[in-house]
């Protein structure tokens, strides 16, 4: 099973608003990833989580608030949104196989749009 | 550093044709190659990978990718495409030894399968 969900499917919030986005895999995986797609873009990527520490922030603005509970589980809180952060969020998880061998997989996203 | 050039933007394509999306890399050390799949309004599927071995790789939905270091390349390949090959295809590398983040996409090659 190489499943990872994610909820909600998709997201309408205003800028004032507060919501998370969940992701849960039950792979075993000891890493977990958040990336950000814009329309017609690769993904980029956020934050990185291996054995449910913080180990890659890629200078996201603090609007964005990550949170590990466990190694199955990963949130991303939103805040005080803006326009442009209108996109898909894709969480990932991977073994953390050091070496580089390490295959992510990818859940279906959440389409958040920030009016 | 590393990059990754999908030399196609959009590739269109009857169906029941033969198709290759073409991806080339730069890095200064040895690399793990990817090829990714997005799904209208999905997230990303992991179509296959080369980390080692034989330089030809099969995937999943009939395709199958050529390893070519000489070239530094890692073309992507099906002999008979159907309208539901109609996608976004990604090309990813991650150098040797690289961190759990350190997954550089190209820009993406939209497939569309016509009747």
């Known amino acids: 099973d190489t499943e990872v969900t994610q909820t909600p499917k998709h997201l309408v919030m205003g800028m004032t608003n507060k919501k998370s986005l969940k992701c849960e895999q039950h792979?075993?995986?000891?890493?977990m990833y958040w990336y950000k797609q814009k329309a017609k873009k690769p993904p980029e990527l956020m934050f990185v989580y291996s054995y449910e520490k913080l180990s890659i922030n890629e200078s996201v603005p603090s609007r964005f608030s990550p949170e590990c509970p466990n190694s199955s589980l990963l949130n991303l809180h939103l805040h005080a949104l803006q326009p442009e952060d209108s996109a898909l969020y894709l969480c990932?998880?991977?073994?953390?196989?050091?070496?580089?061998?390490?295959?992510?997989?990818f859940g279906p996203g959440t389409r958040l749009t920030v009016l | 550093a590393q990059s990754v050039t999908q030399l196609d933007s959009q590739v269109p394509v009857f169906e029941e044709a033969p198709v290759e999306l073409r991806c080339n890399y730069s890095?200064?050390?040895?690399?793990?190659l990817f090829w990714y799949v997005q799904y209208p309004n999905q997230g990303l599927q992991l179509l296959l990978k080369?980390?080692?071995?034989?330089?030809l790789v099969k995937g999943i939905n009939g395709f199958e990718a050529e390893f070519n270091k000489s070239q530094t390349s890692f073309h992507l390949r099906k002999p008979s495409v159907h309208i539901s090959d109609t996608a976004e295809y990604f090309c990813?590398?991650?150098?040797?030894?690289?961190?759990?983040?350190?997954?550089?996409f190209g820009k993406g090659t939209k497939l569309s399968v016509k009747p």
């Open positions: 990932a998880s991977s073994q953390d196989r050091t070496g580089g061998t390490d295959t992510q997989y």
């Open positions: 080369y980390l080692s071995g034989s330089t």
């Open positions: 792979m075993g995986h000891r890493a």
């Open positions: 890095s200064s050390v040895s690399v793990y």
């Open positions: 990813a590398v991650r150098p040797y030894g690289g961190s759990q983040g350190n997954l550089i």
